[in-house]
């Protein structure tokens, strides 16, 4: 993830520890902030001119993979995770392609 320019998340990611994390590395966090203060609102409002709205085609991606390939990851080392999801997503694109044959 060397090209890594921005990261969105929700609300749920918004704290310090978490954001300081994604500037030490040079990405730019898109994370909402929680209330309703005007500053909030126009945080808001610009993380969403940024990009943050294009976060439901990746959502859309998780469920359906999720659903068809199962919710749970086996493996318990992060790295593995990591492999195991990556294989998860890349047997999710296949599986169109091998449907007409």
Partial sequence: ADDLLSVA????????????????LGVEPLILQRGSRPLTLGHNALIRAKGYSQRWMAET????TK???GDAVRALGWYRQFREIVLMFAISNIEPLCEPL
């Fill in 67 to 69: 659903r068809s390939l």
């Fill in 9 to 24: 998340a929700d609300k749920a990611f918004h704290n310090w520890i978490t954001k300081y994390e994604f500037y030490a």
């Fill in 61 to 64: 991606s998780y469920s359906t």
